[in-house]
């Protein structure tokens, strides 16, 4: 029994020893996520696209707000001998345009959304990944983002590895 013990002891003490020694091991990294993305050559081209996309739309809902302001050009010219069906018309088409510029608005923010979500995905898919091979490679078990404005750390030590410099040369960026 006094053997059994004994064993016992001997054994949560290795048991012990080891979780302690892997403990001091374990590590930890960190990378601002945004400074790489904005670093990488795919979010230029990808910016680019987005801003031709938006310009687009821009454009478009210029032409439509022209045409709503002619249409208030006409109305305001209509002088007082104007009959009430051809007033009331031109306020019905008025209204028209009105209502097709705001659906147009909502439809286009949207539209907006998506492109960029389209665009900008793979670029961050892409630095994730790459994140993750780095991290594979130092042997780091978290990496955290410590970009500006994000209050996901709570604490980083300066035992922390910044992983920014690995992940940009394992992308090939300068």
């Known amino acids: 029994m006094r053997n ?17 020694a892997n403990a001091q091991s374990l590590k930890f990294g ?5 400074a790489l993305v ?26 439509m707000q022209k ?12 002088g007082e001998e104007v009959s009430d069906i051809k007033r009331n018309a031109k306020i019905a088409e008025i209204q028209d345009v ?26 961050f898919d892409k630095a994730e990944k790459a994140i993750e091979d780095v991290a594979k490679e130092q ?13 996901t750390i709570l604490y980083k030590s300066n035992q922390s590895v910044d992983v920014l410099p690995l992940v940009k040369a394992k992308l090939g960026i300068q």
């Not at 050559?41 to 696209?49: N, S, Y």
């Open 38 to 63: 904005q670093v990488m050559p795919e979010r230029t081209a990808a910016e680019a696209e987005f801003n031709t996309f938006q310009g687009e739309l821009e454009e478009i809902l210029g032409e």
């Open 98 to 123: 009105q209502q097709r510029i705001q659906n147009y608005q909502m439809t286009a923010q949207q539209q907006v959304q998506q492109k960029q979500a389209e665009l900008l995905g793979p670029v």
């Open 30 to 34: 960190h990378i601002d996520l945004q």
């Open 4 to 20: 059994l013990m004994k064993l016992m002891a001997v054994l949560m003490f290795t048991v012990a020893s080891y979780t302690a």
């Open 139 to 151: 042997g780091l078990i978290y990496v955290f983002d410590s970009g500006a404005g994000n209050r």
């Open 67 to 78: 045409d709503y302001q002619a249409k208030l050009g006409e109305f305001e010219a209509m």
